[in-house]
């Protein structure tokens, strides 16, 4: 059902930064200022560190940050440590839904 | 803190209906500013937004095209609203949340697993 598009792994030494891609031609993305990103641990729920492309709720470190350009959204995580290993996923509005989630990108910690 | 708590693991037989509930603590099913939405993930399918119900002088509600036919999503009281997809057959075995939606899909359940088998 996912109709964004995400690497489906990155990895990176700690310290080092990283960034995920999630494209999506059919999608809201290019259209709407509204990509959410999500952080998941395995065997947890989803957790909110980005939305409105680029806002950070309270309490999530700036080392997460956002962008997007054109139909593409990125992610960003700086200084990375070990704790950010887990999957991420954006989510957009979608052209037929509300809602659009991408593929999924594991990130590891090398 | 708003917290959501989810029901327990399911068991479910082909053709019969799924029924899980969202108790809300911290906030009220009946909100103007926010709604409550029902997700699932699955390895097959990954994430996949699956319905919403929202508070606005009367209910509103959304579905996924994928699942409009078969699915509801009710507000049962004021702190609690449930999600119930009828006809499921094992393409429906997932996790399923709910979270609230307020300006994003900021606050999430545990998680519940449904497994459908007979």
């Known amino acids: 059902q996912s109709v964004l598009t995400q690497p489906a792994s990155v990895s990176g030494s700690p310290g080092q930064s990283i960034t995920i891609s999630c494209t999506g031609i059919?999608?809201?993305?290019?259209?709407?200022?509204?990509v959410s990103w999500f952080q998941q641990h395995p065997d947890k729920a989803p957790k909110l560190i980005i939305f409105d492309v680029s806002n950070r709720p309270s309490g999530i470190s700036n080392r997460f940050s956002g962008s997007k350009s054109g139909n593409t959204a990125s992610l960003t995580i700086s200084g990375l440590q070990a704790e950010d290993e887990a999957d991420y996923f954006c989510?957009?509005?979608?052209?037929?839904?509300?809602?659009?989630f991408g593929t999924g990108t594991k990130v590891t910690v090398l | 803190q708003v917290q959501l708590q989810q029901s327990g693991p399911l068991l479910v037989k082909p053709s019969q209906t799924l029924s899980v509930t969202c108790a809300i603590s911290?906030?009220?099913?009946?909100?103007?500013?926010?709604?409550w939405n029902w997700i699932r993930q699955s390895p097959s399918r990954g994430l996949e937004w699956l319905g919403r119900i929202y508070f606005r002088s009367k209910w509103y509600s959304d579905y996924a095209i994928s699942v409009k036919s078969r699915i509801a999503i009710n507000p049962d009281t004021s702190s609690q609203f449930s999600l119930q997809l009828n006809s499921v057959t094992p393409e429906d075995t997932a996790v399923y949340y709910c979270?609230?939606?307020?300006?994003?899909?900021?606050?999430w359940g545990q998680g519940t697993m449904v497994t459908v088998s007979s």
């Open positions: 979270a609230r939606e307020k300006g994003a899909l900021d606050i």
């Open positions: 911290g906030d009220s099913v009946s909100s103007d500013t926010v709604a």
């Open positions: 059919s999608s809201g993305i290019g259209v709407f200022n509204y």
């Open positions: 989510t957009s509005y979608g052209t037929s839904t509300f809602y659009v």
